[in-house]
Nanobody, 113 residues
Framework: QVQLVESGGGLVQPGGSLRLSCVVSGSIFSIDVMGWYRQAPGKERELVARISNDGTTNYAGSVKGRFTISRDNAKNTVYLQMNSLKSEDTAVYYC???????WGKGTLVTVSS
Protein backbone atom coordinates (compact mmCIF):
# COMPACT_ATOMS: atom_id res chain seq x y z
CA GLN A 1 0.00 0.00 0.00
CA VAL A 2 1.48 3.30 -1.11
CA GLN A 3 1.41 6.03 1.53
CA LEU A 4 2.61 9.61 1.49
CA VAL A 5 3.26 11.85 4.50
CA GLU A 6 3.90 15.57 4.05
CA SER A 7 5.59 17.88 6.54
CA GLY A 8 7.18 21.31 6.74
CA GLY A 9 4.22 23.63 6.48
CA GLY A 10 3.65 26.57 8.80
CA LEU A 11 3.32 30.31 9.11
CA VAL A 12 5.88 32.46 7.32
CA GLN A 13 6.14 36.15 6.52
CA PRO A 14 6.01 37.42 2.94
CA GLY A 15 9.42 37.07 1.36
CA GLY A 16 10.31 34.15 3.58
CA SER A 17 11.11 30.53 2.77
CA LEU A 18 9.86 27.07 3.67
CA ARG A 19 10.83 23.57 2.64
CA LEU A 20 8.16 20.91 2.38
CA SER A 21 8.96 17.20 2.53
CA CYS A 22 6.98 14.18 1.40
CA VAL A 23 8.05 10.71 2.47
CA VAL A 24 6.75 7.85 0.34
CA SER A 25 6.38 4.23 1.43
CA GLY A 26 5.11 1.13 -0.31
CA SER A 27 6.40 1.87 -3.81
CA ILE A 28 9.58 1.67 -5.85
CA PHE A 29 10.13 5.36 -5.29
CA SER A 30 13.03 5.76 -7.69
CA ILE A 31 10.79 5.11 -10.69
CA ASP A 32 7.78 7.11 -9.46
CA VAL A 33 6.69 10.42 -10.90
CA MET A 34 5.96 12.82 -8.06
CA GLY A 35 4.11 16.10 -7.82
CA TRP A 36 3.23 18.90 -5.45
CA TYR A 37 -0.18 20.50 -5.67
CA ARG A 38 -1.92 23.18 -3.65
CA GLN A 39 -5.46 24.21 -2.87
CA ALA A 40 -6.27 27.67 -1.60
CA PRO A 41 -9.56 28.44 0.16
CA GLY A 42 -12.38 28.59 -2.34
CA LYS A 43 -10.18 27.48 -5.23
CA GLU A 44 -9.53 24.25 -7.07
CA ARG A 45 -6.46 22.16 -6.49
CA GLU A 46 -3.66 23.13 -8.87
CA LEU A 47 -0.35 21.62 -9.89
CA VAL A 48 2.64 23.45 -8.43
CA ALA A 49 5.54 21.29 -9.59
CA ARG A 50 6.29 17.82 -10.88
CA ILE A 51 9.43 15.73 -11.06
CA SER A 52 9.89 12.62 -13.16
CA ASN A 53 12.03 9.60 -12.38
CA ASP A 54 14.88 11.01 -14.50
CA GLY A 55 14.81 14.32 -12.63
CA THR A 56 12.95 16.33 -15.27
CA THR A 57 10.95 19.09 -13.60
CA ASN A 58 7.93 21.19 -14.52
CA TYR A 59 6.52 24.21 -12.70
CA ALA A 60 3.40 26.29 -12.68
CA GLY A 61 4.07 29.72 -14.10
CA SER A 62 3.14 31.39 -10.82
CA VAL A 63 5.97 29.68 -8.92
CA LYS A 64 8.67 29.36 -11.57
CA GLY A 65 11.91 30.88 -10.34
CA ARG A 66 10.77 30.84 -6.71
CA PHE A 67 10.03 27.16 -5.99
CA THR A 68 12.27 24.15 -6.57
CA ILE A 69 11.16 20.53 -6.55
CA SER A 70 13.76 17.84 -5.88
CA ARG A 71 13.97 14.22 -4.82
CA ASP A 72 16.23 11.99 -2.75
CA ASN A 73 15.68 8.43 -3.89
CA ALA A 74 17.79 7.07 -1.02
CA LYS A 75 15.32 8.60 1.44
CA ASN A 76 12.14 8.00 -0.61
CA THR A 77 11.47 11.70 -0.25
CA VAL A 78 10.44 14.55 -2.52
CA TYR A 79 10.97 18.16 -1.48
CA LEU A 80 9.53 21.52 -2.39
CA GLN A 81 11.79 24.47 -1.57
CA MET A 82 9.70 27.62 -1.55
CA ASN A 83 11.44 31.01 -1.59
CA SER A 84 10.18 34.58 -1.90
CA LEU A 85 6.80 33.49 -0.60
CA LYS A 86 3.77 35.66 -1.27
CA SER A 87 0.39 35.87 0.42
CA GLU A 88 -1.15 34.22 -2.63
CA ASP A 89 0.95 31.12 -1.95
CA THR A 90 -1.19 30.46 1.11
CA ALA A 91 -2.79 27.04 0.64
CA VAL A 92 -2.82 23.43 1.72
CA TYR A 93 0.00 21.73 -0.15
CA TYR A 94 -0.42 18.11 -1.19
CA CYS A 95 2.06 15.58 -2.43
CA UNK A 96 0.96 13.10 -5.08
CA UNK A 97 2.54 9.93 -6.33
CA UNK A 98 1.42 10.22 -9.96
CA UNK A 99 2.52 6.70 -10.77
CA UNK A 100 -0.01 5.27 -8.29
CA UNK A 101 -2.46 8.19 -8.12
CA UNK A 102 -2.13 8.39 -4.35
CA TRP A 103 -2.26 11.62 -2.32
CA GLY A 104 -0.97 12.65 1.05
CA LYS A 105 -3.17 14.44 3.58
CA GLY A 106 -1.58 17.82 2.98
CA THR A 107 0.30 20.43 4.96
CA LEU A 108 -0.87 24.01 5.48
CA VAL A 109 1.29 26.91 4.38
CA THR A 110 0.23 30.36 5.53
CA VAL A 111 2.06 33.43 4.25
CA SER A 112 1.14 36.44 6.33
CA SER A 113 2.70 39.30 8.24
Amino acid sequence: QVQLVESGGGLVQPGGSLRLSCVVSGSIFSIDVMGWYRQAPGKERELVARISNDGTTNYAGSVKGRFTISRDNAKNTVYLQMNSLKSEDTAVYYCENLSYRVWGKGTLVTVSS
